[in-house]
């Protein structure tokens, strides 16, 4: 008999495990990944172009950019919800329909505030594809190695999509005109439209409670003003214009908003966002380490890139060649990580993962000199990236595997919103310390020769200081060098403050996670 239940529970595990068919439907699912993602950067080469053809303004050109992001994370939670409640295959195939539809629309836009507006909506509908690939994912790999493989490949896929954005925009538009950018969604997302409805499964389980509308709004409206507002701050930052105050209102508002959101959520009975999710340590952890991880790595990497430009002097597609190496290793990490939790708990491996990347932080920052060879500065955000890559596809997995099968999808919203937040702390908080450090080490190392107007002037920014240094000819040199003194100092301290961070994630996870039986 104890030979006979040994045999069904193989036959059970054998049952389990994913065929070539449901393989074949996670390269469809990938397909989407990575439009959603190389649409976040795939305009930043392609924009000067694009503004001239339709006569933009600079405040117009900056909505043409950033508005898509600001509606994807706005509307990820009702997304979620919406997902949970018809099905995520269903609203998957709703969201690349109409993500194809506007792809083509904004191609063919004839002025700024007509692009503005397909990007807006094409942000809406990429809002729909993240908690649905997560939600399928968990319902085609039932086998926990598979599905972490599958998570893993799904994480990659999205990395990819973004650092390759910029370098696919600029290969687009040496042949063809800047519309193409827009127009490579379209066939990807038809090819998934017509072999999906034979490779991907629906889910059976449903939350059919009705979405709660004040609560859509609360949670739209809110996020909005803080991913707004944060992004714009750090944008005043980065280039010293324009007063802080208003953008702080703007995200002291959107907090504001989502605390009612979170009081009404604990009142209904049926809540767009069930709280209840939590309560489970392993999802608070996993969401916890991704907000950190991410304003820690984002903003070390954020400042990298500008590094990259500012002192070394690369152009922007250069620089993008020079973070391929942190891609590649991500990946790698991101593909290593199901294996190894093979042997050891994901806990374990996701706090390993952390580990390194801390050890990558303290690096960038011994290392973060005008003088070092970039070769070494690329290894040592590398082994951030190795290490990110690691701890961030696991880290993904354990929510998606931790919620109700009828919650999956807020479950996947909600790693996406902790994603995103942690993204644009990143770039905010490391664009602010990039500036206060550059502003205090550039005032300390000032060139006694340089007349006060022209100190003042190069303090306000970076771009102010080489170009007030360029003013002077040769006699500029002693300033630019200073001007890259003080940005390499920026990138020293937060590649600290990153490490602090990533440390801090780690213990987390080690004390509550990885130790636990």
């Known amino acids: 008999m104890a030979g006979e239940g040994r045999t069904e529970r193989a036959q059970g595990q054998v049952d389990d495990r994913a065929t070539g068919r449901q393989w074949a439907g996670l390269v469809l699912l990938v397909l989407p990944m990575l439009m ?12 000067p172009t694009l503004s001239q053809d339709l006569e933009a303004t600079a405040s117009q050109s900056l909505w043409i950019v950033h508005v898509y992001g600001f509606l994807v994370a706005g509307f990820l939670v009702t997304m979620g919800r919406l997902a949970d409640r018809i099905g995520p295959r269903r609203l ?11 792809s083509v629309v904004a191609a063919f836009s004839v002025n700024a505030e ?9 942000g809406v509908a990429g809002a729909t594809l993240t908690p649905s690939l997560f939600s399928l994912l968990r319902i085609m790999f039932r086998d926990d190695t598979q599905r972490r493989v599958a998570i893993a490949i799904m994480f990659s896929a999205f990395s990819i999509g973004g650092a390759t954005g910029p370098l696919l925009g600029g290969v687009l538009l040496e042949f063809f005109w800047w519309g193409s950018v827009f127009l490579i969604n379209v066939p990807a997302m038809v090819l998934l439209l017509l072999a999906g409805p034979r490779l991907i499964p629906e889910r059976a389980e449903r939350n059919s409670a009705h979405l709660d509308w004040p609560s859509v709004a609360l949670s739209v409206t809110g996020t909005l003003a803080v991913v707004y507002g944060l992004q714009d701050l750090a944008a005043g930052q980065e280039t010293g214009t324009g007063a802080q ?10 907090i504001s908003l989502l605390a009612l959101f979170v009081r009404r959520q604990r009142r209904l009975k049926d809540p767009l966002f069930d709280l209840a999710l939590l309560t489970s340590r392993r999802i608070t952890v996993s969401l916890a380490t991704l907000l950190l991880v991410g304003i820690g790595v984002v903003g070390a990497f954020y400042l990298f890139t500008q590094y990259l430009q500012l002192v070394v002097g690369l152009s922007p597609l250069h620089a993008g060649l020079w973070t391929l190496p942190y891609v590649v290793v991500n990946v790698a990490g991101a593909m290593l990580a199901p294996r190894a939790a093979t042997r050891v ?9 952390l580990t390194i990347a801390t050890a990558g932080s303290v690096l960038l920052a011994a290392l973060t000199d005008v003088a070092t060879p970039l070769p070494l500065l690329a290894a040592a955000i590398a082994v951030i990236g190795v290490g990110h890559g690691a701890a961030m596809a696991l880290i993904s997995d354990l929510i998606i595997s931790s919620a109700p099968a009828e919650r999956t999808g807020s479950a996947a919203a909600a790693q996406q919103v902790s994603g995103e937040l942690g993204t644009v702390l990143g770039i905010a908080a490391g664009g602010a310390t990039g500036v206060v450090v550059y502003r205090a080490t550039l005032t300390a190392t000032m060139p006694p020769s340089i007349p006060e107007a022209s100190q003042e002037a190069a303090v306000s920014t970076v771009h102010q200081g080489i170009s007030t240094a360029e003013t002077f000819g040769p006699g500029g040199a002693a300033l630019l060098d200073a001007v890259h003194y003080a940005t390499a100092e920026g990138l020293q301290v937060y590649a600290g403050i990153a490490a602090a961070l990533v440390a801090l994630a780690a213990a987390l996870f080690g004390m509550f996670l990885a130790r636990a039986k």
Request: aromatic share 12%.
């Open 92 to 102: 998957l195939f709703i969201g690349a329909a109409t993500f194809a539809a506007f």
């Open 245 to 254: 105050w208003p953008y702080l209102i703007v995200i002291a508002a959107g």
């Open 114 to 122: 007509m692009l503005i507006a397909a990007r807006a909506l094409l």
């Open 345 to 353: 708990r994901p806990a374990v491996v996701i706090t390993i993962g």
């Open 36 to 47: 959603l993602s190389t649409d976040l950067t795939v305009l930043f080469l392609a924009l």
